[in-house]
T-cell receptor
Framework: AQSVTQLDSQVPVFEEAPVELRCNYSSSVSVYLFWYVQYPNQGLQLLLKYLSGSTLVKGINGFEAEFNKSQTSFHLRKPSVHISDTAEYFCAVITGFQKLVFGTGTRLLVSP | DAGVIQSPRHEVTEMGQEVTLRCKPISGHNSLFWYRQTMMRGLELLIYFNNNVPIDDSGMPEDRFSAKMPNASFSTLKIQPSEPRDSAVYFC?????????????FGPGTRLLVL
């Protein structure tokens, strides 16, 4: 079965520093990968997705992710974070027809 | 364009009462998903519909939970009778089988508290 693992439950970082949130997937077939962000008391917002094509995917709010098939990873990066990026970030993979399977989430804490 | 609309946004009820959560998907989307989010279990898919037909309800916890999609623009998730362990945030999401294939867009969620 397809699944994703988010290795870090929480990532503290200072404002304007770079950040990487890690996601590894397991799949024996073609993969479709997503990153969603959830701000406090809000729904999930799509940050970016990899369906096919270029392995470097750019999303909203300055985030990007790289699909690495050999390392089965889809890490999320931002070169310079802001206080407003404080949120929970979820990596997800499509399995079967359209079922999204989510990781356990990584809480990004940006401090001044 | 309006996104996925859910109502109510918050619901507080007593154990044993019936709870009905509502969802309006994005216009033109033909797949609809119900998720539940808790601290203990994270985000779980409960059920999803394609063209108003339930495709997979293996995530529905038990018979107390039921979901319907009478038309392309409306779905309900009902819990009867409700129990304290049903307290969670319930999300609805929708997607299209054409255009942005496989991309699900989420509503703001319904925060349910069962006392």
């Amino acid at each position: 079965a397809q699944s994703v693992t988010q290795l870090d439950s929480q990532v503290p970082v200072f404002e304007e520093a770079p950040v990487e949130l890690r996601c590894n997937y397991s799949s024996s077939v073609s993969v479709y990968l997503f990153w969603y962000v959830q701000y406090p008391n809000q729904g999930l917002q799509l940050l970016l997705k990899y369906l096919s094509g270029s392995t470097l995917v750019k999303g909203i709010n300055g985030f990007e992710a790289e699909f690495n098939k050999s390392q089965t990873s889809f890490h999320l990066r931002k070169p310079s974070v802001h206080i407003s990026d404080t949120a929970e970030y979820f990596c997800a993979v499509i399995t079967g027809f359209q079922k999204l399977v989510f990781g356990t989430g990584t809480r990004l804490l940006v401090s001044p | 364009d309006a996104g996925v609309i859910q109502s109510p946004r918050h619901e507080v009820t007593e154990m044993g009462q019936e709870v009905t959560l509502r969802c309006k998907p994005i216009s033109g989307h033909n797949s609809l998903f119900w998720y539940r989010q808790t601290m203990m279990r994270g985000l779980e898919l409960l059920i999803y519909f394609n063209n108003n037909v339930p495709i997979d309800d293996s995530g529905m916890p038990e018979d107390r939970f039921s979901a319907k999609m009478p038309n392309a623009s409306f779905s309900t998730l009902k819990i009867q009778p409700s129990e304290p362990r049903d307290s969670a945030v319930y999300f609805c999401a929708s997607s299209s089988s054409i255009g942005e294939l496989r991309t699900q867009y989420f509503g703001p969620g319904t925060r349910l508290l069962v006392l």
